[in-house]
């Protein structure tokens, strides 16, 4: 599976629930940052969440209470919950890693997602 893609992208309403998934085994998650970024056409790339190897976690304050981002070892998986969603989550959604010590600048991407939320 092509690392970093991020899948389970959709389109949903006001209120929905959507759960994106992106396969990270080739990073080691004691060295690595795990993140989910998204992008609106003719803006830049704006930071979602994060998650480290001892699943301490962050977010932006645009989702934070609403979203969570989590990683599953067993199926070397990172995941974002995603709740209450509203128009302004619309976007297409990215997975990134890279060493911690380079954080914020990551420099490693997948496909992204596309997440359509209607009034």
């Known amino acids: 599976q092509e690392q970093l893609a991020a899948s389970g992208g959709g389109s949903v309403q006001s209120g929905g629930s959507l759960r994106l998934s992106c396969p990270v085994s080739?990073?080691?998650?004691?060295?690595?940052?795990l993140a989910w970024f998204r992008q609106i056409p003719a803006k830049e790339r704006e930071w979602v969440a994060r998650i480290d190897s001892g699943g301490v976690t962050a977010y932006a304050d645009s989702v934070k209470g609403r979203f969570t981002v989590s990683q599953d070892d067993a199926k070397k998986t990172m995941y974002l919950q995603m709740n209450a969603l509203k128009p302004e989550d619309t976007a297409t959604y990215f997975c990134?890693?890279?060493?911690?010590?380079?954080?914020?600048?990551?420099?490693?991407w997948g496909q992204g997602t596309q997440v359509t939320v209607s009034s």
């Open positions: 990134a890693a890279d060493l911690r010590t380079r954080w914020p600048n990551l420099t490693n």
């Open positions: 080739n990073y080691r998650y004691s060295t690595y940052y």
